[in-house]
Structures are given as C-alpha cells and as structure tokens.
C-alpha cells in the first residue's frame, strides 16, 4: 500500500479509504485484453458532465421546484478543469475508451468548451484511431456555437429537442425560449459539416405524444437522425411514474401506420437506440426503450460528473471521487487503478431490477452525470 500511495505527497490518511482500496487493488493488465466488469462487459464509452447549470428547467431532467433560484449548483473551482478531464481521459484510453460524449447540464454553457473539444480531439485510441468526441446540448446556443465546434474537431452532436410546437415546448422545457432558436442551432451544425446531426425527443404520455408523427414528419428527408426516447425514472426529482411512459412499440407503431418502416442493424455493440429506416429512402429514426425493455447486458459506458465523481451507471447512486486523489498529486497508475479497479467490481442492471422493485429510492440527477 505504501508504494503504491508513494507518489503522493501527502499523508495517506488524508484519501478515503473507499480509494484506498480502490487503489491497493493494483489489477494486473494484459492490455491485449480488454477489461471487464464483474459481469463480462467491456469499458468503451465515457460520458463527461462538464457543468451542473442548464439555461432550461425541463420537467424531467431539472424541475424548476427544485433546481431553482436558491439551488446551490457547484463553485467553479469544484469543476473539474479541463487539463484534469484531458489528463483522465489519457488514462481510461488504455482501458478500452475509443468514444467520449461531452454532456451536462448544458455543456455550451461551461466558457471555453471549443478549447476542450479541441484537447480531446488531438487523442487516439488504442487502436490508433482518432477519439471520437460527442456532443449533447438542448440547442440554445448551438447556432453560435456549432462552427467554432467543428473547427475544433468534434466529431457529432445530439441535440435535445421535445417539440415542435411552442407551447408544448415551453411547457415541457419550462422556459420562454422559442422551438425556433433550437431548430437555428440544428441548422447551424449541420452548414457546419456535424453529420449525422442527432435529435434526441424524450416522449411523455399526453404532454407531447401526440407530436410523434409531427417530429418525424418534419425531420424526414433532412439528412437528420431522430430518436424517440421513453421516458425515464432518471434521478429523484422529476416524479416518475410508469404511466406516463409511452413505449417504444408504441412509438413505432404510430409511425409504422403511415409510413413504411425497415430495421436496421446496430453501429455497434452496446448501441442503445434500435434503428430504422423509412422504406421509401426517407431517412433513420431510432428507439431508446429505457423503460420497457432491458439492455443493461451490453452496456459499456462509465460517467464523470461534474466533480470529478466516477459513476459506472446512469441509475447510480454512488460514484468514486477522482478528483481527491487528482488534486493530490497521485500518479497516474494510482489513478488507473482507481478507474479499473470500479469498473471491475461493476455489477450495475438497474433496468432489470426495475421490474424487480429492487431500485433505489435515491439516485443521482441525470443534470449531475448527464444523460
């Protein structure tokens, strides 16, 4: 233990003991392997929340009762810096990352984000491949953002989008920003050259499922990838309930009844939207049933909140500080450690206990860990 806590110039006292042992884990690593989790998965994905703020207040993410004026959202010098997220990144490479989604909150809010992407963007993976670097936004900014974003050289967007229909879209976003400025932003990326330009739609029973077919009505033959999202019990706060999910086969199902739907295989492995294509040429659309249908076996993503927090689940609880040790000075083979030593105690299967009623009565804000 004292050796592999050598490089730390302080006392060992001072790190948990959760990362102590975390560390004195010290797992061996043919790297021709890739590591896995308790329950054989392999680590691909990293999702980075970069900021806890958002410029909208939507019902299901950020409730304004909530996350309100007197909300107290972290202090900057509690953010991880970007030279700490780059540094991080350099360590879950080796560990079989080859794709990065930078989410939030907001992330076109955190300053300087051009700066980030463009730090990331330099990396390979293993494989020698450039990393990929995503990005998910609610749009609000996007129209000036989206070329300074590609210059830096990300390689694609999600951008979050509930309605076409203002009211609705106020309703659900609970803010007076129009439909049109997030429509200018998705304009704007893809003039930037962002293909495939993603729209995320989170359906909710009654408040916006009759906008199904109007979604994808406006978003066939535009070279734009929609995706219809169920919605979710992510977090504490949003007041789930599973009445108000409207099921993926639902969802298809309206779209199937006027127009012809074919499905296609998956990008890759994990993937968690199931695709398909309008027969006629038309276009992709996609289905996250995060809800009514289980794919924990195949996940592949850990999540860095805002602080520096290892989440290995987007249902967590819990999740490992980074930072602490970052900002003592360990090494990055303690750090390493840290990462692989979670990740191979992963066991998370939220979506299966779920059925189960085996869930925790508390998780982590999706805002936190980013969606």
Not at 40 to 49: A, G, M, T, V, Y
Request: aromatic residues 6%.
């Amino acid at each position: 233990m004292a050796k592999l806590l050598s490089s730390i110039p302080i006392k060992v006292a001072s790190i948990s003991k959760e990362l102590r042992d975390y560390a004195a884990l010290n797992l061996p690593r043919n790297h021709d392997v890739p590591l896995l989790d308790s329950l054989q998965r392999p680590l691909r994905d990293l999702r980075i929340s970069v900021t806890d703020r958002c410029n909208l207040r939507c019902t299901y993410c950020m409730p304004r009762d909530v996350f309100d004026e007197q909300h107290n959202f972290l202090p900057r010098s509690e953010l991880l810096s970007f030279e700490e997220i780059a540094r991080l990144v350099k360590l879950f490479i080796p560990l079989g990352v080859q794709k990065i989604r930078l989410t939030g909150g907001e992330p076109l809010l955190r300053r300087g984000i051009e700066r980030l992407v463009e730090m990331l963007a330099r990396l390979n993976t293993n494989a020698g491949k450039p990393l990929e670097v995503a990005l998910t936004t609610n749009g609000v900014l996007l129209a000036q953002k989206a070329q300074s974003l590609k210059d830096a050289g990300l390689s694609r967007i999600s951008v979050s989008l509930d309605s076409l229909n203002n009211t609705t879209f106020r309703r659900m976003s609970d803010s007076d920003v129009p439909v049109g400025t997030v429509l200018d932003g998705i304009a704007a990326a893809q003039r930037a050259g962002l293909h495939p330009v993603k729209v995320n739609m989170v359906v909710q029973r009654v408040v916006n499922e009759h906008e199904i077919l109007a979604m994808a009505e406006h978003f066939r033959h535009s070279g734009i990838v929609l995706r219809f999202i169920e919605y979710m019990d992510v977090g504490s706060s949003n007041g789930w309930r599973l009445d108000e999910v409207v099921s993926a086969r639902v969802i298809l199902e309206r779209i199937a009844a006027r127009y012809a739907l074919r499905q296609i295989g998956a990008n890759y492995p994990g993937e968690v939207a199931e695709r398909w294509q309008y027969a006629d040429g038309g276009g992709e659309i996609g289905v996250i049933a995060s809800v009514t249908q289980v794919f924990c076996h195949d996940c592949t993503r850990a999540r860095l909140a805002t602080d520096g927090k290892l989440y290995t689940c987007l249902f967590a609880t819990h999740g490992i500080d980074l930072r602490e040790p970052l900002r003592l000075g360990a090494a990055d083979t303690i750090l390493t450690n840290l990462i692989a030593g979670r990740w191979g105690l992963r066991d998370d299967r939220y979506s299966e206990l779920r059925a189960t009623q085996q869930t925790p009565d508390k998780k982590i804000e999706m805002s936190y860990i980013g969606g």
